[in-house]
């Protein structure tokens, strides 16, 4: 069964600086990888959709690699800002989607 | 990308009552799945609700205890049956356009408190 960690599970920097969340999954045959933003007690905003085939998606500040074979993702935030602040979580998608475990990013003004 | 409603956003119920949560999408959808995201936990799939056929169910997660209801291609219920304490979680339903190839969007949740 597909695994899919992230680390670290809290993560806490002043405004204005870059950082990496990282997610690793254990079974490489994925058709795509995708990254999320979920704010408390509330649903999921989708930020990248990195297909298999792929190696990097930009949206704005954020990129978001994909290494298949090693079973590796990171999502960098550049410039980050407090309204970063929420929990980002991968998802890998196989026979299902199989979701991560979560970053709590909480940026310090 | 698509825009999904569900209905209650949030409730509070007695033990051994049922709820059904809505979600509804603004454009017709092949797939639909139902999460489960208890407090601190990452989410859980319950189930995927394809129209026109029975609802395909995650290990761990009945149709008697979660009923699905998929009547057409931009609608679909999840039922908590006979809830307990346990079952206070937040209920996401969301979609994806053709397959699990393509990205997936999620509703706005339901946070259910069970006493």
């Known amino acids: 069964k597909q695994e899919v960690t992230q680390i670290p599970a809290a993560l806490s920097v002043p405004e204005g600086e870059n950082l990496v969340l990282n997610c690793s999954f254990t079974?490489?045959?994925?058709?795509?990888l995708q990254w999320f933003r979920q704010d408390p007690g509330k649903g999921l905003t989708s930020l990248l959709l990195?297909?298999?085939?792929?190696r990097e998606q930009t949206s704005g500040r954020l990129n978001a690699s994909l290494d298949k074979s090693s079973g590796r993702s990171t999502l960098y935030i550049a410039a980050s800002q407090p309204g970063d602040s929420a929990t980002y979580l991968c998802a890998v998608s196989g026979n299902q989607f199989y979701f991560g475990t979560g970053t709590s990013l909480t940026v310090i003004p | 990308s698509a825009v999904i409603s569900q209905k209650p956003s949030r409730d509070i119920c007695q033990r051994g009552t049922s709820l059904t949560i809505q979600c509804q999408v603004d454009?017709?959808?092949?797939?639909m799945f139902w999460y489960r995201q208890q407090p601190g936990q990452s989410l859980t799939l319950i189930a995927t609700?394809?129209?026109?056929?029975?609802?395909?169910?995650e290990s761990g997660f009945v149709i008697d205890k979660f009923p699905i209801s998929r009547p057409n291609l931009t609608f679909s219920t999840l039922t908590v049956s006979n809830m307990s304490p346990e079952d206070s979680s937040i209920y996401l339903c969301?979609?994806?356009?053709?397959?699990?190839?393509?990205?997936?969007?999620f509703g706005p949740g339901t946070r259910l408190t069970v006493l």
């Open positions: 969301s979609v994806t356009r053709g397959s699990v190839y393509n990205e997936q969007f």
């Open positions: 990195i297909q298999s085939s792929q």
């Open positions: 079974d490489s045959a994925i058709y795509n």
């Open positions: 454009s017709q959808v092949t797939m």
């Open positions: 609700a394809n129209q026109g056929s029975e609802a395909t169910y």
